[in-house]
């Protein structure tokens, strides 16, 4: 089993439309946990930092369930320029305080 | 300002070169780190520096050979590479907080390729 999994997609999403997606860990002791977005050929930019009670920025909003080791991202009213590899990262717990664990990365593409 | 800033953008070496990536960040961050990427894939880690200090190397082949002059500064030193070793060469910096990671910021990323 992958460290982290991330459905690759693409999803291909209409504008406004509302998008989910999940990604799941396998360490019980990781404690942080992110989400990236990677245009192509640039760089990953951090998106949201996840906390244990969730939380929202705009249009985004991220969440944690410990119990079934996921987290999730929302993203409402999606706009063309949400179109992404959106990362879910998740530290490798106590014992590896740098090192971050990627997932592979899901594709979103939002349609006109 | 959560500006890191690498140069070159683009690099063309040969397999016999020597060449050197610089990084710069200005926030103030205690961590710095060298990942690899290629295409389709997620960043790989290389190089982890703590307070100036390597503290994780990925087993990366000694071709590579990071240096961090100080804290604000990390190069990555390069000779000898191999056409597999064309990739987005990522640094990034974060906070240095014992027991929490911290968000890592990332710079625009140098594009090697190896001829």
């Known amino acids: 089993r992958k460290e982290v999994e991330q459905d690759p997609g693409p999803f291909n999403v209409p504008e406004g439309a509302t998008v989910a997606f999940n990604c799941t860990y396998s360490?019980?002791?990781?404690?942080?946990f992110f989400w990236y977005r990677q245009d192509c050929r640039k760089e990953p930019k951090l998106l949201m930092s996840?906390?244990?009670?969730?939380n929202e920025d705009g249009r985004f909003t991220a969440q944690l369930n410990r119990a079934s080791q996921y987290i999730s991202l929302l993203i409402r009213d999606s706009k063309l320029s949400d179109s992404a590899t959106y990362l879910c990262?998740?530290?490798?717990?106590?014992?590896?305080?740098?090192?971050?664990?990627w997932g592979a990365g899901t594709k979103l593409i939002i349609k006109p | 300002d959560t500006e890191v800033t690498q140069t070159p953008k683009h690099l063309v070496m040969g397999m016999t070169n020597k060449k050197s990536l610089k990084c710069e960040q200005h926030?103030?961050?205690?961590?710095m780190y060298w990942y690899k990427q290629k295409a389709k894939k997620p960043p790989e880690l290389m190089f982890v520096?703590?307070?100036?200090?390597?503290?994780i190397n990925e087993s990366v082949p000694s071709r590579f050979s990071p240096e961090c002059p100080n804290s604000s500064l990390l190069n990555l030193h390069l000779h000898a590479l191999q056409p597999e070793d064309s990739a987005l060469y990522l640094c990034?910096?974060?906070?240095?907080?014992?027991?929490?990671?911290?968000?890592?910021?990332f710079g625009p990323g140098t594009r090697l390729t190896v001829t």
């Open positions: 990034a910096s974060s906070q240095d907080r014992s027991g929490v990671l911290r968000e890592q910021y």
């Open positions: 926030m103030g961050h205690r961590a």
């Open positions: 520096y703590s307070y100036e200090k390597l503290s």
């Open positions: 360490n019980s002791a990781s404690q942080s």
């Open positions: 996840v906390y244990s009670s969730g």
């Open positions: 990262v998740v530290n490798g717990g106590p014992n590896s305080n740098y090192q971050l664990i």
